[in-house]
């Protein structure tokens, strides 16, 4: 049986993360595809070179050939800008918008029956360009934001109690922007509610700081964060290749769930061997539908202004 083939697409900070992750767990063959010659190529060889050393045996090809992605069981997209300090996720909007246009069209002529990953900013109108572009179904056309935006909420819970990470889960919901929604309800440490366990002015302060996290970074690396989105969009790749049936929080196309109807927003699904299987829907207080519906009126906006930038359909 031959490997399953992953195509990532943006061979930038994120990109050759997600290569080295792909390496070291042994996920399949890896195209590391970009439109800067000698950058993919470079990585690849690099991590080529290391495989004596870990034991990793997959093929890792670098390219500035989109024909090398031709049959990809998976396609991770990190092309476009990142964040410079002072820019907000949308000011990429234009020339993102036009890359994702170019780049889906790549996707969808060679590897016609991929499942996508998108993690490109903004990613809420990235994510609906790519799906409108292939015209693949919904299930096989996803965004990563909210496992990153979960894992931040979790890491400031875990480091204000002084335990684990592992016993942390939250959600954060919504659009990848400033409105995000961490959804307190829903976050447990050990299974007791966080609300019991730190005080609301703290978990304000907490919350506050997982909305502006990438900003955050941003400030100190002069440009995006990179580890922690490729980690995300890795764990996502593991539950389709592997069936995993995992509930993960993904932008991904609403249909009537949440009130939402044709607009990528972050919720909780169900990721396996069927791509985006099923949107979960939880309830939420008034407070928490309220900030969402807030959100998603952002991704709203968002999504008609990158209309220009596209090709009329
Ligand atoms: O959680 C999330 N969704 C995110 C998203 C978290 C952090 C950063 N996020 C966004 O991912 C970020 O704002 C950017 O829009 C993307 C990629 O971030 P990265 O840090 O990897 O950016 P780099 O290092 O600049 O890499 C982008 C690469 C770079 O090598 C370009 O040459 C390439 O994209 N690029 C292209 N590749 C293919 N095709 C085209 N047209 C193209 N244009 C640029």
Redesign the pocket.
């Known amino acids: 049986m031959a490997r399953k083939k992953i195509a990532l ?7 050759g993360t997600l290569a080295h992750l792909c390496a070291s767990k042994g996920l399949g063959d890896v195209v590391l ?4 010659e000698g ?1 993919p190529q470079g990585k690849a060889l690099d991590l080529l070179e290391a495989g004596p050393i870990e034991g990793f045996d997959a093929s890792i090809v670098g390219t500035n050939k989109y024909d090398d992605i031709q049959g990809a069981d998976v396609c991770i997209v ?6 410079k300090p002072g820019m907000s ?1 949308d000011d ?1 909007l234009s020339v ?1 918008t036009k ?1 994702m246009n ?2 889906a069209t790549n996707i969808r002529n060679r590897a016609p029956n991929a499942f996508v990953i998108v ?3 903004p ?1 809420d109108a990235m994510v609906t360009a790519m799906k409108r572009i292939t015209g693949f179904p919904k299930q096989r056309v996803v965004g ?2 909210g496992i ?1 935006d979960s894992s931040r909420y979790r890491t400031f819970v875990a480091m204000e109690l002084g335990v684990s990470v592992q016993s942390v889960s939250a959600m954060v919901l919504g659009g ?1 922007g400033d409105d995000m929604v961490p959804v307190r309800s829903y976050c447990q440490v050990g299974g007791v509610p966080v609300a019991k366990l730190i005080p609301a002015a703290r978990l304000d302060a907490i919350e506050a700081r997982v909305r502006q996290a ?1 900003g955050e970074i941003v400030n100190l690396l002069k ?4 580890y922690s ?1 490729a980690h ?1 969009a890795i764990q996502m790749a593991e539950a389709y290749l592997y069936d995993r049936k995992q509930v993960l929080p993904c932008a991904a196309l609403l249909e009537g769930e949440y009130g939402v109807n044709g607009f990528y927003v972050g919720v909780p699904v169900i990721i396996g061997g069927g791509g985006v299987e099923r949107v979960v829907e939880i309830e939420l207080t008034a407070v928490e539908r309220q900030a969402l519906d807030v959100s998603v009126s952002h991704v709203r906006e968002l999504v008609e202004a990158a209309q220009k930038f596209l090709p009329t359909a």
Do not use: E, K
């Open positions: 697409i943006g061979a930038g900070m994120i990109g595809f970009d439109v800067i950058l990190t092309a476009g800008l990142p964040r996720r990429l993102n890359i170019d780049v993690i490109t900013n990613l990563q934001a990153l990848h990438g440009t995006s964060a990179f989105p995300a």
